[in-house]
């Protein structure tokens, strides 16, 4: 009797999920400075392009940082975008984190998700994955604000 009580003391533990050493929250506002596309030919208005975004982090406690996307989307016009890509923030103490992302988009609208793929300074040796949503303009002066909750594990 002991072992099954033990057991499903053990199952309930373990089921519950790890928290987060620390939650990051920011809003990075960046701007289109790189664009290449390549027509796909299969449908009209469907392209691949490739992308470039620097930009500024905003965070809750006021201070900034910078922010660097390089991605790929796979677009078909009228229905919307796949994106993908890696990103960087920059904090001021000389700190970073480096995620790569995944999501879609459909202008105005981006979301999807970011998994940490490491960091220096405090964030050295840093895991975790979040979330980002947000808005954007299209065209040639496109600027995007993106929303962004990491849940982060040191």
Same mark, same amino acid.
């Given at each position: 009797?002991?072992?099954?009580?033990?057991?499903?003391?053990?199952?309930?533990?373990?089921? *519950? &999920?790890?928290?987060?050493?620390?939650?990051?929250?920011? !809003?990075?506002?960046?701007?289109?400075? +790189?664009?290449? =596309?390549?027509?796909?030919?299969?449908?009209? $208005?469907?392209?691949?392009?490739?992308?470039?975004? @620097?930009?500024?982090?905003?965070? &809750? #406690?006021?201070?900034?940082?910078? =922010?660097? *996307?390089? /991605?790929?989307? #796979? *677009?078909?016009?009228?229905?919307?975008?796949?994106?993908?890509?890696?990103?960087?923030?920059?904090f001021a103490?000389?700190?970073?984190?480096?995620?790569?992302? =995944?999501?879609?988009t459909k @202008? &105005?609208?981006?979301? /999807?998700?970011?998994? *940490?793929? +490491?960091?220096? $300074? !405090?964030?050295? +040796?840093?895991?975790?994955? +979040?979330?980002?949503?947000?808005?954007?303009?299209? $065209? &040639?002066?496109?600027?995007?604000?993106? #929303?962004?909750?990491?849940?982060?594990?040191?």
């Amino acid at each position: 009797m002991s072992r099954i009580i033990l057991a499903c003391v053990l199952a309930g533990i373990l089921g *519950v &999920p790890a928290k987060a050493d620390e939650t990051v929250k920011w !809003r990075h506002v960046h701007h289109l400075t +790189g664009f290449q =596309t390549q027509q796909v030919g299969d449908a009209d $208005g469907h392209t691949l392009n490739l992308f470039r975004l @620097p930009g500024i982090a905003f965070f &809750p #406690d006021g201070s900034i940082g910078t =922010t660097l *996307v390089i /991605g790929t989307s #796979d *677009v078909t016009s009228g229905v919307g975008a796949t994106i993908n890509g890696y990103y960087t923030v920059n904090f001021a103490d000389g700190s970073a984190l480096w995620f790569k992302y =995944t999501g879609t988009t459909k @202008p &105005p609208t981006a979301k /999807g998700t970011a998994i *940490v793929i +490491g960091g220096k $300074g !405090r964030y050295a +040796g840093a895991k975790g994955e +979040g979330t980002f949503e947000g808005a954007s303009t299209s $065209g &040639p002066d496109a600027f995007q604000y993106i #929303d962004n909750v990491i849940n982060i594990k040191k």
